[in-house]
Nanobody
Framework: QVQLVESGGGLVQPGGSLTLSCAASGTLYSINARGWFRQIPGKQRELVASWPTGGDTKYADSVKGRFTISRDDAKNTMYLQMNSLKPEDTAVYYC???????????????WGQGTQVTVSL
């Protein structure tokens, strides 16, 4: 089984910063893509940042220049650095990986439990 555990959410004032972490554990042969999504109640989950292994990072227009996705392969952890936060960034944030558990295994889609980010005075 693959498990993703998120941390780092919380309450921050507009203009502030937060860093979200997502640690992967379990049997992992390869991680083919990483991403961060967010969801507001009543709305569809939206892609915030994505990073296919060996490819380029991509960001939603609404967060370009403010958010940065990164990773530490030694720790099997990915991060989302969020700067210049705005009230409209308030959402539950989810990390996601597309990974294989074995060399010829099927690619699975794995999600973190979600962490609340609230940007407010």
């Amino acid at each position: 089984q693959v498990q993703l555990v998120e941390s780092g959410g919380g309450l921050v004032q507009p203009g502030g910063s937060l860093t979200l972490s997502c640690a992967a554990s379990g049997t992992l042969y390869s991680i083919n893509a990483r991403g961060w999504f967010r969801q507001i109640p009543g709305k569809q989950r939206e892609l915030v940042a994505s990073w296919p292994t060996g490819g380029d990072t991509k960001y939603a227009d609404s967060v370009k220049g403010r958010f940065t996705i990164s990773r530490d392969d030694a720790k099997n952890t990915m991060y989302l650095q969020m700067n210049s936060l705005k009230p409209e960034d308030t959402a539950v944030y989810y990390c996601n990986i597309q990974a294989q558990q074995a060399r010829f295994g099927e690619e699975g889609d794995y999600w973190g439990q979600g962490t609340q980010v609230t940007v407010s005075l």
